[in-house]
């Protein structure tokens, strides 16, 4: 069974950073590529950051670009956002998701976690 966990959400003021963490079980961790995806109320769900499964290639939205980066920890079956310079903007429940198949700037992703929330006060 797959399993997705994320961690490290929180309330920040404007300006500060946070790291998400999302750890997986039940897979084989270096055969997916993850991502992240934020919702915030009202709005369409976001497909903020994607990683292939060995970390060498990366995608970021417009919108974090600059301010988000993604890693990957394959020996720890984690994957991280590291977000700074946070805005009020975004603030949204978190989600990571996992993929087995090829593509960083495929929005479709298979298995999902149960998100964090990330609450950015100005």
């Known amino acids: 069974q797959v399993q997705l966990v994320e961690s490290g959400g929180g309330l920040v003021q404007a300006g500060g950073s946070l790291r998400l963490s999302c750890t997986a079980s039940?897979?084989?961790?270096?055969?997916?590529?993850m991502g992240w995806f934020r919702h915030a109320p009202g709005k369409e769900r976001e497909f903020v950051a994607g990683?292939?499964?060995?970390?060498?290639?990366?995608y970021l939205s417009d919108s974090v670009k600059g301010r988000f980066t993604i890693s990957r920890d394959n020996a720890k079956n984690t994957v991280y956002l590291q977000m700074n310079s946070l805005k009020p903007e975004d603030t949204a429940v978190y989600y990571c998701a996992a993929d087995p198949r090829i593509g960083v700037r495929s929005r479709e992703y298979e298995y999902w976690g149960q998100g964090t929330q990330v609450t950015v006060s100005s």
């Open positions: 990683i292939s499964w060995s970390g060498m290639t990366t």
């Open positions: 039940g897979l084989t961790f270096t055969n997916f590529r």
